[in-house]
């Protein structure tokens, strides 16, 4: 592994996102949801239906990983698909009544994580922390964009 002090930040980011996950897949086991569902959860209730390639741009994931996550999202009837009328050839991806059910539970548990892990943090400094966190993502975006 690289030390520490010549990579603080990618250490920083790589130990971030590792304990997250892992406390993410914990909490989100108990209703039966995976960590890469509930921002499609949470983009459904917000937007109630979209295609299967919306929620790819939206949540940038592509559109193959989506496919995958979707199945899996039907076969436990958190979602299902609606033709749209006008074109035969486009269908909608909406929540059941579960969806909505397991989507609120899943925004409650993210809730929790969120809270206590920051909770060390004055508002200031969460408010801090965002803004310069909100700065690498853009970087991390241009560099995608130039690739």
């Given amino acids: 592994m690289f030390d520490s002090n010549q990579l603080p930040f990618i250490s920083a980011f790589f130990k971030i996102s590792r304990k997250t996950f892992t406390m993410m897949f914990s909490e989100l086991e108990k209703v039966k949801i995976h960590p890469g569902q509930p921002p499609i959860l949470s983009l ?25 996550i979707l199945k899996k999202m039907e076969k ?22 579960e969806g909505k059910n397991v989507a609120n539970k899943a925004k409650d548990i993210l809730l929790k994580l969120e809270k206590e892990f920051t909770e060390t943090l004055t508002d200031e400094e969460k408010k801090n922390l965002i803004n310069y966190l909100s700065k690498i993502i853009i970087k991390l975006d241009e560099y995608k964009q130039k690739k």
């Fill in 44 to 68: 459904l209730l917000q937007e109630e239906k979209l295609t299967q390639t919306e929620i790819a741009s939206k949540v940038c994931v592509k559109p193959s990983t989506i496919a995958v």
């Fill in 76 to 97: 436990n009837r958190l979602i299902e698909k609606m033709i749209d009328e006008n074109d035969r050839r486009v269908y909608y991806i909406v929540l059941t009544e």
